[in-house]
């Protein structure tokens, strides 16, 4: 069983950051393809960013040059770093996992909120 568990979430004023982390309960390998997407109120899920199996980097453009991320295959975890938060960065995120190892399937953890204030 995959579990992949969001911690980092929270409550900011907009211009500050948060560092969110994806722990995955199996081990992960460069191969896998991890990243994040976030689902703001009212609106449907979007792909902030991933990491694919081929070892590039994505981001959408609306947190291009603010978000970084960055994986530990060690700890299992992917991380995502968030700076110069605006009001409308306001989600629930979603880390995910998959790739060709996984036959397909894509796993997803439970979500963290993250509040920015203004």
């Known amino acids: 069983q995959v579990q992949l568990v969001e911690s980092g979430g929270g409550l900011v004023q907009a211009g500050g950051s948060l560092r969110l982390s994806c722990t995955a309960s199996?081990?992960?390998?460069?191969?896998?393809?991890m990243g994040w997407y976030r689902q703001r109120p009212g609106k449907q899920r979007e792909r902030v960013g991933g990491?694919?199996?081929?070892?590039?980097?994505d981001y959408a453009d609306s947190v291009q040059g603010r978000f970084t991320l960055s994986r530990d295959n060690a700890k299992n975890t992917v991380y995502l770093q968030m700076n110069a938060l605006k009001p409308e960065d306001t989600a629930v995120y979603y880390c995910?996992?998959?790739?060709?190892?996984?036959?397909?399937?894509?796993?997803w953890g439970q979500g963290t909120q993250v509040t920015v204030s203004s």
């Open positions: 199996v081990r992960i390998f460069s191969t896998d393809s």
């Open positions: 990491m694919t199996s081929g070892g590039s980097t």
């Open positions: 995910y996992l998959g790739g060709s190892r996984w036959y397909g399937k894509t796993y």
